[in-house]
């Protein structure tokens, strides 16, 4: 029985509890450079897939003048979106209230060093209004929200 591409509880349930870790001692890298482990759960193969998982955090520097804030926040959407029209983010979204946690965004890029160049890139950042927290995360490759 081959693992059919599928969105459910007990999938994200059984990924929660794994211990990527204490499994994965020697990930491979696969065709396009990405970190990558295959697991075996009774007759199905499962493929894990390393990712990036960025926390936006509120930035020091909130003072701008409204203007220069809604000018801000257009081109850190404008930013987002050109990195996921050329397949680098996968998942992004804010938070829905209004703490110190304000987004979160997957990287689907081959490196640390390339998704917090990717994400210091960021208007928003640049402006000092977000700061990024950036670690590296494994997912079920082709892993989808509905």
Known sequence: MALKKTCNFALFSFLILFNVDAYCQTPQIDQDGFEIFEM????????????????LKQGENRT??????????TQHLAHMDSLALLGKIKLAGPMGNDGD????????????????????QD???IAGRLVAEVYPWWSLKGACLE
């Open 40 to 55: 075996q759960d009774g007759d199905s193969t499962m493929v894990m897939k390393k990712y990036f998982l960025v926390l």
């Open 101 to 120: 946690l304000r987004g979160i965004v997957v990287y689907n890029v081959t490196s640390l060093e390339e998704a917090t160049t990717l994400a210091n």
């Open 64 to 73: 701008h003048p409204e203007e220069e804030a809604a000018l801000i926040q």
């Open 123 to 125: 208007p928003a950042i």
